[in-house]
């Protein structure tokens, strides 16, 4: 130690003593030099007897030594004695502990004792100070609040669970105090005007303890007080009772809490406690198998690994603690054994390292050198980590560089240079690394961290404690917006908080653990990671209680890519995949997504989907045909995002499904209807299929029937039958006329269809374009049919049937429906009334449905939008078909569009026009179903298509909606 480092450390003492009026006698005084080592070892110290003038005089009165840092809370309580108030109690306790901090200090300095009993010392003053202060708050909150009791009345308690070095008697001059708040049972106060239940009394009691240690006031502060060891950390209430303390230890505790839990310590413990018995019994069993639990030594090599990917990733360099070789590989060493070991081998169930490691020998598991050598690192290393800590009362791990530090750890460490120190620092280190990897060594299996460590470091922080900073640092490595960190680390945060609480499982939270470094890597690498991250999160959250679907995630490496895709351009699918997990099977094949079914074999394919379910099972049959719809939806949402199938094909696609699922509810209902009523008399058997004729036919309207359906369409549905007046049934168990029962397979049809459930409802069904609308029948004869179109329909309906066709029913009945179309929209009309009548249908339309803010433009409503290529579309049949029946051939717009450029309806370039139009207005609106949005733009788009459309509205109609 240099001559003048002690030299500026004797100035400060003639100053200190100048100053408070001592006298000093330098050279005979057998106290001064003890006293100028302490000053030279710790600024701490120096600045204490600054602060506490009696202090100084005490030690130049006499030196402390290891016999006076003892009987802290006899000394402690004839102090809090005298206190009155909280602000009292807080100085009182800073004050205690830096007088006592700074003895142990000048004891520790002159090394008037080893590095154990140094340690102890620290723990047993804190263990007073925790105690001192919650039993001076116990009792004033017991004056405000009255005394809390249980059903018994019982006087409760709060029991501190030191964690950590606490725990195991040995810490820190600067450590933190990882603390766990519990009491042993519900109940409410009593003695006050207003009782209050235990639970808020104890957490009153918890947060003013935490206050008195923590907050950091004009004296310093008593202990950095940590309270995330406790049950779902800050996430977790503050006090739990003994039971919730139970639940939560024999269904969520994990293996870092049973690490954590060995050298958990009640502060204060009294053997003859009740309560503190039953709380040590409780926990035993979480800490300590019954069976040797060779699990331990992965999750520790896996604690272990996390460390040291934390030490490379904060640039931690000489860092005796967390590094190669260092005091938590020591810990490792002996907790490992502790784990694997200690609930058979009750003698290892001990808190302290260096009295359980001489166990270690009779036991067979180290030899007597290797426990020498992990004794002799240890106390080194912490003595080093004292001395670090003690220079300036600060919480440091870390080797100095700068050179008086370096020589204050040479000189109490008995090495002549800071060289020779570290050449013992690392003959240690080299020792415990040794027998770490004997013991832990790596994983021989090879690893996701060798093949990626983002994903290893991922794994380290992706959990509800992550903090803000941790998940920046690994952003860094991604094309990540700076400005976008909160957010992400908002929704990461929130969701993981959520999930602390779940009862996931340990083999579900295993997965996760595994599956989540793999989301966030791809996940963050893709442009569009804002909008992904809420919807990826969504299906996972939805899906964390079910095992299966996560092993399926993890295990099949090609579904995240895909739905990332997906789900980064459709909400809707994200949503379909939350709400109905079943669907990640459709990813599980790389070209499934992209394999389209045949448009006719939709039917076929669904047949073969509902054999596996009973007929019998209504409910399972409606859930078949959820399934397969939803299945299907998310291929043909895919094949739209992926490019696969322009927008008519997505559509024909859509509607094709559809009818497949028509003519299945068809059939389901037929069966139920004709199980307790028969079968109409009339009907007859198919030469072909020998099955018998239903005579019933389902007409589709709107998208339906213009082959045009989109993702969120309604099904427009009619019901024609072709029953005799007289005709009834036969073969069930009761007998009605055939109409009843044409009605009662209606009204049994549109229940399946409308039946909600958890899941939704199959589909909306819109039957109010039947003949009289709400007002008519459900169903009705041919013959009422085309005696209402041809003779009382306004001229709206017949613009509704232009767009119609047969999508259930015989060969025969189709065009049976066909020739009544194609007769009434060939019906000769005054072509000025026409017009008259379809421009005020338009009029009111867009009165009604058109309420677009300011700046936008309604794709459908809007004018030059959707409705008014359909409404020209309807004209031109309605107008064109008594001279070119043709006309009536198709009915969606496209190929009426086609059609009336053939019958020299509509010039070349207009029908190309009109055609452009539509489809690019109808693969915007599809586009925006994806992402669950109004079929709403900014009213700067698609200006061109508009003008067009008006345009040829003139042209045709010769005159313009009001505006």
């Known amino acids: ?153 019982e006087k409760q308690e709060l029991l501190i669970l030191g964690m950590g070095k606490l725990g195991g008697r040995e810490l820190n001059f600067s450590s933190d105090i990882d603390l766990i708040f519990t009491y042993p049972d519900m109940g409410e106060t009593v003695g006050a005007r207003k009782p209050i239940e235990n639970s808020k009394f104890f957490t009153r009691l918890g947060q003013r303890l935490i206050r008195a240690l923590d907050e950091v006031t004009v004296e310093g502060f008593v202990y950095r007080t940590d309270m995330r060891l406790r049950p779902f950390g800050d996430n977790g209430a503050l006090v739990l009772s003994f039971s919730a303390m139970e639940d939560y230890y024999q269904e969520q505790g994990r293996d870092w809490e049973r690490y954590a839990m060995i050298k958990a310590k009640i502060l204060g413990e009294d053997l003859n406690n009740i309560n503190h018995k039953y709380l040590k019994q409780l926990l035993r069993p979480f800490v300590y198998r019954r069976y040797l639990d060779f699990s331990a030594i992965q999750s520790l090599r896996e604690m272990k690994q996390k460390i040291s990917r934390e030490v490379l990733r904060r640039g931690l360099v000489d860092n005796i603690k967390l590094g190669a070789g260092g005091i938590r590989e020591v810990e490792f060493i002996v907790q490992t054994f502790q784990m694997m070991r200690g609930g058979r081998d009750k003698i290892l169930q001990q808190r302290s390292l260096l009295q359980v490691l001489p166990h270690f020998v009779p036991l067979n598991l180290l030899s007597q050198q290797q426990i020498e050598q992990l004794q002799q690192a240890y106390l080194f290393l912490r003595n080093v980590e004292n001395i670090l800590q003690a220079i300036n009362d600060q919480q440091t791990q870390t080797l100095p560089t700068d050179p008086i530090d370096q020589a204050r750890i040479a000189f109490v460490c008995q090495c002549d240079t800071w060289q020779i120190f570290l050449n013992q620092l690392q003959q240690h280190q080299q020792n415990v690394r040794a027998i770490f990897n004997e013991l832990i060594g790596e994983d021989e299996q090879e690893s996701d961290d060798a093949e990626n460590p983002l994903l290893a470091t991922w794994r380290d922080i992706l959990h509800y404690q992550m903090t803000e900073d941790e998940l920046a640092s690994q952003l860094k490595d991604y094309p990540v917006e700076p400005c976008d960190y909160p957010i992400i680390f908002q929704q990461l945060s929130t969701t993981f908080q959520d999930w602390v609480k779940r009862s996931i499982g340990v083999r579900g939270r295993e997965v996760l653990r595994k599956l989540m470094p793999k989301v966030a890597d791809q996940l963050f690498n893709q442009a569009n990671y804002l909008v992904l991250l809420p919807r990826i999160l969504n299906i996972l959250d939805k899906i964390n209680t079910r095992t299966t679907y996560l092993e399926l995630l993890l295990e099949k490496e090609q579904i995240l890519p895909q739905l990332m895709q997906l789900c980064g351009q459709s909400i809707m699918i994200s949503e379909q995949i939350a709400r109905y997990p079943m669907l990640l099977d459709e990813l599980i094949l790389p070209k499934s997504l992209v394999t389209m079914i045949e448009l006719d074999h939709y039917p076929m394919a669904l047949q073969e989907y509902l054999m596996r379910v009973p007929e019998d099972d209504e409910e399972a049959l409606i859930d078949a045909l959820r399934q397969f719809k939803q299945s299907h939806i998310l291929r043909i949402a895919a094949a739209d995002i992926l490019g696969v199938l322009p927008v008519m094909k997505i559509s024909d696609h859509l509607t094709y499904l559809a009818e497949a699922i028509i003519g299945a509810v068809v059939n389901i209902a037929w069966r139920q209807v004709a199980q307790r009523f028969g079968t109409p008399e009339h009907l007859t058997f198919d030469e072909h299929s020998g099955e018998q004729q239903q005579d019933f036919v389902v007409i589709g309207y709107g998208k339906l029937g213009g082959i045009e359906l989109g993702y969120n369409s309604d099904l427009d549905l009619v019901f024609l039958h072709n029953a005799p007046e007289q005709s009834e049934t036969q073969g069930g168990k009761k007998s009605i006329s055939s109409h009843q029962f044409y009605l009662k397979l209606a009204q049994k049809i549109n229940g399946i269809f409308n039946l909600n459930t958890s899941a939704g409802v199959l589909y909306e069904v819109d039957m109010r374009l039947r003949p009289s609308g709400e007002a008519g029948l459900l169903v009705s004869t041919f013959k009422a049919y085309q005696d209402y179109q041809q003779n009382e329909a306004w001229t709206w309906e017949s613009q509704a049937l232009v767009r119609a066709r047969a999508v259930y029913g015989s060969k025969n009945l189709r065009e049976k429906f066909t020739q009544i179309r194609q007769e009434t929209l060939s019906m000769a009309r005054a072509s000025g009334e026409l017009r008259s009548e379809i421009c005020k249908m338009r009029a009111k339309m867009y009165e009604h449905l058109s309420h677009t803010t300011e700046g936008k433009f309604h794709l459908k409503t809007d004018h030059g939008g959707i409705t008014d290529i359909e409404f020209i579309a309807q004209y031109l049949v309605l107008n064109y078909a008594h001279h070119y029946p043709t006309m009536t051939d198709w009915s969606d717009n496209v190929r009426i569009f086609e059609r009336s450029v053939e019958c020299g309806i509509l010039t070349d370039t207009q029908g190309e026009t009109l055609k452009h139009c539509y489809i690019t207005l109808r693969n915007q609106i599809h586009h925006l179903n994806l992402l669950n949005q109004e079929a709403v733009v900014d009213s700067g788009e698609f200006v061109i298509e508009r003008q067009q459309v008006q345009a040829i509205w003139r042209e045709l109609l010769q005159t313009n909606v009001n505006k």
């Not at 800073?94 to 142990?104: D, I, K, N, V, Y």
């Not at 080893?114 to 708050?137: H, K, M, N, P, Y």
Request: hydrophobic residues 40%; charged residues 20%; glycine residues 2%.
């Open 1 to 153: 130690m240099p001559n003048d480092f002690f030299q500026t450390a004797q100035q400060h003492l003639s100053q200190l003593c100048e100053t408070q009026g001592i006298t000093l006698d330098l050279q005979n005084n057998p106290q001064i030099s003890p006293l100028i080592t302490a000053m030279a070892m710790s600024d701490f110290v120096a600045t204490q007897l600054q602060k506490q003038p009696e202090l100084l005089a005490q030690w130049l009165a006499k030196s402390p030594t290891i016999a006076d840092c003892d009987h802290y809370s006899q000394r402690l309580q004839a102090v809090l004695s005298a206190v009155e108030s909280e602000e009292q109690l807080h100085s009182a306790l800073r004050r205690f502990r830096h007088r006592e901090m700074a003895t142990l200090s000048f004891v520790q300095s002159n090394r008037l004792a080893t590095v154990q009993q140094i340690f102890e010392r620290l723990s047993d003053l804190a263990e007073a100070l925790i105690l001192g202060a919650r039993d001076w708050l116990f009792e004033r909150l017991c004056q405000e609040y009255g005394t809390p009791m249980n059903e018994l009345g």
